[in-house]
């Protein structure tokens, strides 16, 4: 059986990645680590990408009772970076699965 290229299946995990997120798409996306691999039985390419997400960005307050108020701690800007792997079936270039990557 043939199968797709890495950067077809780079494409493909990046189009659906855009589709999935169309309502806060992406930011800052970047290619973080491709694998070819096989599960189930399968072979697969898995696609990880890093992005920003706006919805992920919010400002931390200290409470009225806080040890953070009696320091006269500033409210602060927090921004979470994401990381995704998304599975491309190798032999079809469908779309398999998503998953969230943890990064220690």
Same mark, same amino acid.
């Given at each position: !059986?043939?199968?797709?290229?890495? /950067?077809?299946?780079? %494409?493909? %995990?990046?189009?659906?990645?855009?589709?999935?997120?169309?309502?806060?798409?992406?930011? +800052?996306?970047?290619?973080?680590?491709?694998?070819?691999?096989?599960? =189930? =039985?399968? $072979?697969?390419?898995?696609?990880?990408? =890093?992005? /920003?997400?706006?919805?992920?960005?919010?400002?931390? +307050?200290?409470?009225?009772? $806080?040890?953070?108020?009696? !320091?006269?701690? +500033?409210?602060?800007?927090?921004?979470?970076?994401?990381? /995704?792997?998304?599975?491309?079936? %190798?032999?079809? =270039?469908?779309?398999? /699965? !998503?998953? !969230?990557?943890?990064?220690?």
């Amino acid at each position: !059986m043939s199968q797709i290229t890495l /950067k077809d299946a780079v %494409a493909r %995990a990046k189009s659906h990645l855009f589709d999935l997120y169309a309502d806060d798409s992406p930011d +800052q996306l970047a290619l973080e680590e491709i694998e070819h691999v096989d599960e =189930g =039985g399968k $072979s697969q390419w898995a696609v990880t990408f =890093g992005f /920003k997400r706006k919805r992920d960005i919010s400002v931390v +307050q200290p409470n009225n009772n $806080s040890v953070l108020d009696l !320091m006269r701690v +500033q409210p602060k800007e927090i921004e979470h970076r994401v990381y /995704k792997t998304i599975l491309i079936d %190798a032999g079809t =270039g469908d779309f398999v /699965k !998503m998953d !969230m990557r943890r990064v220690s």
